[in-house]
């Protein structure tokens, strides 16, 4: 790093570092996150250790993501050179913070006192391995272990994204630990709260990198500031979306709001909106004409970094102090409670499907986002004059809107109480959106809307593009993979423990809603794609795929259908559910939707497969007219010379 980069990094730090350092402590006061406890208090150090390196635990993490984001997405092979030592010093303090934090939780948490015998490392072992917290505090210090090792070592263009990829999942542990662990309303709180630290560490960690690294007039920099710009506004979205949502589930009534917590979350919604007034500024004014306004640019960064670290001093009390009490706290738990930690929804009519609902921000966000951002491609196209076919943006809006309706709506909402809803929505993530997003060529349209980078740095559509034609997309793109995978994970899935992750881990769910959602891709693009692929398949291998497809979902509906126990018996068996039909029916009843539901798209699938065939012998027949025209038919004259030859040489 040169003199004035450490200069700049030193002034970011200061700026974020002394606002944050101040408005967490005016946090922690003013909320009682520092109170003395009651029970067991482990003491001031304890108690103001744990906001403070919780804070630089949120920067340095925020800064070393943001910094890797910034390079994979922004920087040429110079500039990620030079934003390695950012990210690899931030991952560094995020490793001893991360470290100083697990250790503060387990003492505030234990009520022991440190020590150095082996009983205090024993504790510390048992709180790593055996208690939640523990375990999800070690699993981000392991994860900045690895990052602070991996940034310094690997610095090559794909190791940098793999690196923020890495970086990124570090923050997974921590929105799943705090107040987001608490049962209630657990799939909005942890989904949220990742959404959130995603948002911020993109937003926050980017500008510091920016500012550290990239502190010019000169018009690179405003090359590398609207890309920033960029990634900036998409980081606002999410924060804003997030932190309503995540301040919404914690507040029970609306008296509430003028709570201690609730007053923190309108001064954080106030910082947000400076912070939003700030980027329209950017946007509108300064980053276009950037080399006229940059140094205006660079004084409100400076106006801009303070105000986050604001942000993320508060946030982090916010964190550390005691929400609204509810008075459902009080409320003895019903079974359903006790096992998902939410009530159970109303009775499922079939109005039901339609009027309950079960948000969940990060998927909803996901979906709103894929119409958006596809919708602003084909606008792109069409400014330029070129067209793009409805048949392709129908399909792919509806496939989002369908994708929002599975994860926000009725399937969403039951799928945890009753087997056969989840098992709808399992049909409709896995075959029916992906039926309806493949046509959208979404590949397509991102190469074709983005203009190509020519300085060496990669962007959405490079990196789009690189990840497409690796060897691993290669082998998993192709039909037979593509349809093994899809009909042997519905096995895989409920016959082995895997079921039982998804039923009761939040992680285990979002993967299984993650995983079944791409298998499906898979197999449906080896089968219509629009997009460029490596394979393309004969019809007949196609119809053959399909038909096989077919066979194992009658079979595996109908396995469910006969099976004589009960999947997840305590727990679909336990919900306490007064009204619809009894677990074991209901079973069944998933088995018939498995079966019923499995097969419309795949009905579908065929309709499309026979189409383009059909299609594509027209346009073979028309080009052997045309080539027959052409060449006054020397194929067939070549063919009928061939017989004539043979003819000739078995009558000799
Ligand atoms: C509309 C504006 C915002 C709202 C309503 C909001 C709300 C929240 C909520 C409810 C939490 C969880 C606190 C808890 O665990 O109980 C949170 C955490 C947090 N927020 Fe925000 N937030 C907003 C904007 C921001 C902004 C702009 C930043 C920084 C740039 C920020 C930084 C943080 C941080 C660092 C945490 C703490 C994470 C932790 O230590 O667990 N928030 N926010």
Known sequence: MTQTQVTRTLQAVTLVGFAAIASVVIGMLYGGGAAPLQFSDPGPVVRWGQPIVKLV??????????????????????????????ASWSAALWLAASAT??????????????????????????????????????????????????????????????????????????????HASSDVGHTIAVNSMLMHLVGISVWVGGLVALYSVFYANSERAGVLVSRYSTLALFAFILVAISGVSSGYIR????????????????????????????????????????????????????LELTVMGLAMGLGTALALTPLPVSDAEFVP????????????????TEAAWITVWDPDPLWATIAVLGIAVYLYGVKV?????????????????????????????????????????????????????????????PV??????????????KGLREWV?????????????????????????????????????????????????VHFLIVGYLFVQSLIGVDPQPHRPGYPIKLMLLIGTMAFHAFFGLGLMNERGLLLADWFGSMGRTWGDDPLADQ?????????????????????????????????????????????????????????????????
């Open 465 to 513: 593009l690189w990840a497409v034609h690796t060897p691993y997309a290669w082998f998993i793109s192709q039909p037979i993979v593509a349809g093994l995978n899809f009909a042997l994970s519905l096995v895989m899935f409920y016959y082995t423990p895997l079921f039982r992750w998804a039923t009761e881990e939040h992680l285990g769910h979002q993967w299984m809603l």
């Open 251 to 302: 507040l029970y009534e609306p008296s509430d709001l003028l709570s201690q917590y609730g007053l923190m979350l309108i001064g954080k919604s106030v910082l947000l909106i400076a912070l939003g007034l700030f980027g329209a500024l950017h946007r509108l004014k300064l980053v276009s004409d950037f080399a006229k306004r940059a140094t205006g640019f660079w004084k409100l960064v400076t």
């Open 57 to 86: 635990l949120n920067l340095s993490m925020a800064t070393a993501i943001g910094t890797l984001v910034l390079s994979a997405f922004a920087g040429n092979t110079e500039e990620r050179q030079r934003l390695q030592p950012v």
């Open 444 to 457: 397509t349209l991102l190469s074709r809307a983005q203009a190509p980078r020519t300085d060496g740095s």
């Open 588 to 652: 069944a009843i998933g088995g018939a939707f498995a079966w019923g539901v499995g097969e419309l798209p795949t009905i579908v699938i065929t309709l499309i497969v026979v189409t383009q065939w059909y299609r594509s012998d027209i346009r073979e027949r028309k080009r052997l007219d045309r080539q027959a025209d052409r060449t006054g038919n020397r194929e067939l004259d070549e063919y009928n010379l061939m017989f004539e030859q043979l003819s000739k040489r078995d009558q000799r």
């Open 101 to 178: 934090y697990f250790v503060l939780t387990y003492l505030s948490a234990s009520g022991t006192a440190l020590s150095y015998g082996p009983e205090f490392s024993e504790g510390l072992w048992l709180f790593a391995t055996q208690i939640e917290l523990g375990s999800l505090l070690a699993a981000n210090v392991v994860i900045a272990l690895i990052v602070s090792l991996t940034t310094m070592a690997f610095t090559g263009t794909r190791m940098v994204a793999v690196n923020a990829a890495l970086a990124a999942a570090g923050l997974y542990p921590l929105a799943e630990s705090g």
């Open 333 to 348: 738990p019903t079974p359903a409670q006790l096992l998902t930690g939410d009530p159970l929804p109303p009775e499922l």
């Open 381 to 441: 196209l069409r400014d330029r004059g070129d067209k793009w076919p409805l048949s392709r943006t129908i399909p792919w809006v509806m496939g989002m809107i369908v994708l929002f309706y599975v994860t926000n709506g009725a399937p969403h909402a039951y799928q945890e109480y009753l087997f056969s809803v989840h098992m709808v929505g399992h049909m409709m993530l896995s075959m029916l959106v992906p039926v309806l997003l493949v046509p959208g060529a």
